[in-house]
């Protein structure tokens, strides 16, 4: 078989290969100690980082997550050896920015991003699979502002510099990570965050950024796709994540459906299913979802990286007001954000309609 | 999809925004919008807080648990997590160790066999959301 087939994937096949195996591995990842259904959460990981660093003080969210740092260093490398790296940016960086901001702030309120509520509904959690239905619904949204020539400036070429900042930071914190140890990293046990070893999250980071990179491997674009293109190839890594995170949890007993019994999770559908809606209608607009995000930002797009940014500082700020939810339930302020977060994407789909 | 173009994808646009528009200001005129102080939020988990109502309430649930009352010890440990949820956190020093954790379990199972003595919906609600916070979250 040739090599060229995982280099540069395209079968449906291949990416739904891609998928199992990154949901079996964010399976393996809360098994071996990360919070139930949170082997790979990018908006979960980003609050922790923001606490790391010291945007919020909340001891049990502050941890300064080796998958994250790898996820970015794993999408550099996998961009540079598949000639993919090319530093852009300029089209739309306040609207990446702010978009990116309503979008963790939609994740927070349903406490996971888009691939945690696919490990979440993999867990036999009902309000997973009903934020899961909400993200489908706001992709669906979008799409009809697509079909009306919703489109986001186009990014200019820039100079190579300013795409390496990103994985150099990350690679520096990685590095002082490994040597100094937890002290740095923010996560003391007891009262830390939870978390599986440090060089298994390290090695599971890479290999979702360069599988992510390759693969191109977003939930919400899956759909999308789906929806405009009929081309399903990208859903069939969608959902093999899915059935593979499910094979997984049944095989270690982390499968146990039920409503009011899913960890961490709160029990008001409705916010859950509005939360994820305004998360996938946004990540439409912007071009990704937190992951992708992510992934983007360390193939040299500036424009992500301004969301990145929008999404750290709005990962610390979700702690400091009382965004974020809890099992106990939505906040006031966590509803207040959602319902801004659609004000937010509904105006700006509206600004760059039918643009020429 | 293609239904939802031109007039009609405006007209719902403009009344989503008008509704999230007035839902957010209903929220914000009603709802318990106080802000942490900027103390706590620096301060973070090692806000102190009030112990002695924790104690408290932990030991009327111990009194509650020894009586046989489920739902009254289960309600009692809800108002402690809440006060302090570190009480309801295995990796915290605060917490109400493992054998408050397998009764807790103990009583969720009575409550999925639906025998009595494991209390109504009340005690259903509390010992739910003890278990969602016991294991799961962000961090």
Redesign the interface.
Known sequence: MSPKRFLYPESAAVLAAAGALLGALAVGLAVLGN????GL?A??FL??VA?ALGL????????LRPVILGIVLGAFFAASAGKEFRVRGGGSPVRHFFGGAFILLGC?VF??CPIKALLRTAGGGAAGLVGLSGLIAGV??A???L??GFSLPAPRALPEGAGLVLPGAAFLLLALSAGIGESFAGSG??????HAPFAASAAAGLLFGAVGQRTRFCVTGSVRTA?LARDFREASGTAAFLLAAIAVNLFTGGFAPAL????????DLFWAFLALAMVGFGAILVNGCPFRQLVRASSGDLDAAAGVAGMLLAAGLS????I?S???GVT??G??AV??G??FF??L??WKRKVD | MEILSGKRLTLLAALLTAASLAGALGIAATGDLRLPMAADARRGDAAKPDTARVSAEIALAGEASVAGDVAAALAHYRAAALLDPRVVDPRSPAFLGPAFEARLKEWIAAQKKGGGGAGGTQARSDAAFLFRRMYGGCG
């Not at chain 1, 919020?56 to 941890?63: I, M, V, W």
């Not at chain 1, 046990?189 to 939870?194: K, T, V």
């Not at chain 1, 702690?319 to 009382?322: A, Q, T, Y």
């Open positions: 919070p139930a259904s949170t959460c908006s979960c609050v922790n606490g919020h003080a909340r001891e049990s969210q502050s941890y927070e406490i996971g669906l949204f799409t009809a502002y079909r009306e046990f007891p009262s830390g965050a939870r929806a009011s019994l899913e960890p961490g999770a709160h029990t702690v400091r007001w009382g974020g809890s099992p106990a006031p302020a509803k207040i319902l801004l659609c004000v509904l105006a789909a509206a």
